[in-house]
């Protein structure tokens, strides 16, 4: 029997190591383009700064990315993302698919947009041979922040969709939205703490995780 009925699993160096080839590189495309003179974040940098104080925060206050800028940013983020297919962490792929064998509820609540988190399970099931194994819901990337991590939202809705008690869901994140919302309703959580080594991050995760 399993501890827990569902798993909520953010998407991005959580189960695919997407981050290093496709995030970043995206980024420093984009400053090369329109502003050579800058010269980007380290790799490492751009993790912290996804923690804390946050993607959006770092462009507009840090950068002071203009409309247009941002603009030019997301574009060059979908050349990155339509053109390349992350790949899952060794095992995890396999992982998921014994936990649906015994009956576990697989969902994603990402940053991501659901299009292309479905478009990487497919691409997965393909290589491996199988029919498309797909999460049993996804939420993605949406313009109203009052339906995106950490809003409590998503984890809402799967409560209400699959009859679940907080007590049945285990939520695995490597960032802090996902973190605040589980604990906004009393979900069990854990760290995915193999995307990096960096310390400020690793201890949040020891201190707020579950």
């Avoid at 479905?118 to 041979?129: I, K, L, P, V």
């Avoid at 809402?156 to 695995?172: G, H, K, M, T």
Wanted: with cysteine; charged share 25%; aromatic share 10%.
């Amino acid at each position: 029997m399993l501890k827990y009925r569902c798993l909520i699993l953010d998407h991005d160096d959580t189960v695919v190591m997407s981050t290093p080839t496709i995030h970043y590189p995206a980024h420093v495309e984009t400053l090369r383009r329109i502003r050579p003179q800058t010269a980007p974040i380290t790799l490492e940098e751009w993790y912290r700064k996804n923690f804390h104080p946050g993607l959006m925060t770092f462009l507009t206050t840090e950068l002071q990315m203009t409309k247009e800028e941002l603009e030019t940013e997301f574009h060059i983020w979908r050349e990155f993302t339509t053109q390349r297919v992350p790949e899952f962490y060794p095992g995890m792929f396999e992982l998921l698919q014994e936990y649906r064998k015994r009956g576990g509820i697989i969902t994603v609540v990402s940053h991501s947009e659901e299009p292309l988190i479905e478009r990487d399970y497919r691409h997965a099931s393909q290589r491996a041979g199988i029919p498309p194994f797909l999460p049993d819901r996804i939420f993605g990337w949406t313009q109203d922040p009052a339906k995106r991590k950490p809003n409590p939202y998503p984890g809402l809705q799967i409560l209400r969709e699959f009859s679940l008690d907080p007590s049945e869901v285990l939520l695995l994140d490597d960032l802090k939205p996902g973190i605040e919302m589980a604990k906004a309703l009393r979900f069990d959580t854990a760290a995915a703490g193999w995307a990096h080594n960096i310390e400020e991050i690793r201890t949040y995760m020891q201190l707020n995780c579950t």
